[in-house]
């Protein structure tokens, strides 16, 4: 811990700094607002952008004090140790091939972490940074924002309360075109470093949404893969990193399953999709309708599932902010997220939230996909 994470910590705001997501940045407005909404953050510091003008014009916008404002993520890890009102948390909202190198600078100076998926670049530099937040006692949240849904947290619930019976098969699918043309090749910074290996790392589509697509399925269904068969491919000539993965997965248990994450499905928004099935029932969960769950029964008709009408789950009460017919979505699920951190850090709950053991698997999930894909679809083990 940091020598200035003393006192009550129910009195005051959660002091958080933040390393990229500058200007221009969706991710980084998303974060900030997530981490507003409940009035438990206060963005006090950052390294907006590793080019120091624009960092500091970065902070300005935000309020934040030029002295508070760096050029550097390292010096910034070092200052804010050290100040009595240095921060508490880091959110990292970076390229992926930064995310351990911040990570461990912010860690081993004892805050805790925020940070985008995916968790590293390889698995065995997450566990490099798993040893170091552990020994730490440090927690550390992976932003998979989909589990902040209310109705995502009840079709875990349901499964969990045996309502599907025995799981026999999960699909889960993300579509997205936004890269179906060579963006990369035109100006688009997201595009660019998402294409670039030495900065996205071995895995494009890959790392960047089917890891959201396998910890949702992961998430909602318990299950864990113990093996799997994948293709990767690159549909936009010239592009390096694969823009579109397919796999099929066997489950401890006996469930099997599918997944494909594709950025170059025309017509395709956001269309992340879930459905579970088991020997009473299904569930159909919709990204894009992220206020609804439809549960069917076998031999009944289906039922929809809507926030805030009943029935409800235990849990999933304590997710909402609005009341029933008024919307909710992509920004309060992040929310959630932050809500729950800081119900952690405060000790008024336990870490129920992505974590380092979700960055590890889903690690591992790259991993096997690129050795599959090397071994012609062939089936691996997880690791």
């Not at 705001?13 to 200007?23: A, F, K």
């Not at 935000?62 to 140790?81: F, G, K, N, V």
Request: some cysteine.
């Amino acid at each position: 811990m940091n020598d200035h994470d003393t006192g009550d910590r129910s009195r005051r705001r959660i002091r958080l700094g933040m390393v990229g997501g500058g200007e221009g940045s969706f991710i980084g407005a998303a974060h900030r607002i997530a981490a507003r909404l409940d009035d438990q953050f206060e963005l006090v510091a950052g390294a907006l952008s590793s080019t120091a003008e624009r960092a500091h014009a970065s902070a300005a916008a935000l309020h934040i004090p030029r002295e508070r404002s760096y050029a550097d993520y390292a010096e910034m890890a070092r200052a804010e140790a050290q100040r009595p009102d240095g921060i508490d948390a880091v959110a990292i909202v970076t390229p992926n091939h930064l995310h351990v190198p911040v990570a461990l600078a912010f860690a081993e100076q004892g805050i805790h972490v925020i940070c985008d998926k995916p968790l590293a670049t390889s698995l065995a530099q997450a566990r490099t940074l798993a040893e170091t937040v552990r020994t730490r006692g440090l927690l550390f949240l992976l932003t998979h924002t989909y589990a902040g849904y209310p109705m995502v947290r009840q079709a875990r619930d349901l499964v969990a309360a045996g309502q599907l019976g025995e799981l026999r098969i999960v699909q889960v699918e993300y579509a997205q075109d936004w890269l179906g043309e060579p963006a990369e090749q035109q100006g688009n910074k997201q595009a660019e470093w998402r294409a670039d290996p030495l900065r996205a790392g071995p895995a494009g589509a890959l790392g960047d949404i089917g890891t959201h697509a396998y910890h949702l399925a992961r998430y909602v269904s318990g299950l864990r893969v113990q093996e799997l068969s994948a293709e990767l491919s690159r549909f936009v000539p010239g592009r390096v990193l694969d823009d579109h993965v397919q796999a099929m997965l066997r489950f401890d248990g006996g469930a099997r399953g599918m997944l494909w994450a594709s950025q170059v499905a025309s017509g395709a928004s956001n269309a992340l999709r879930l459905r579970v099935y088991g020997t009473r029932a299904s569930l159909h969960f919709d990204q894009e309708q992220p206020e609804q769950l439809w549960l069917a029964p076998r031999g009944e008709p289906a039922r929809l599932l809507r926030r805030g009408l009943p029935p409800q789950t235990q849990t999933q009460p304590g997710d909402q902010r609005l009341p029933a017919g008024h919307p909710e979505g992509y920004l309060e699920a992040f929310a959630g997220l932050y809500r729950d951190f800081a119900q952690a850090w405060r000790g008024n709950g336990s870490a129920d939230f992505p974590g380092m053991a979700d960055g590890l698997e889903g690690m591992a999930f790259i991993e096997a996909v690129l050795r599959s894909h090397q071994q012609n679809a062939g089936w691996v083990r997880m690791e």
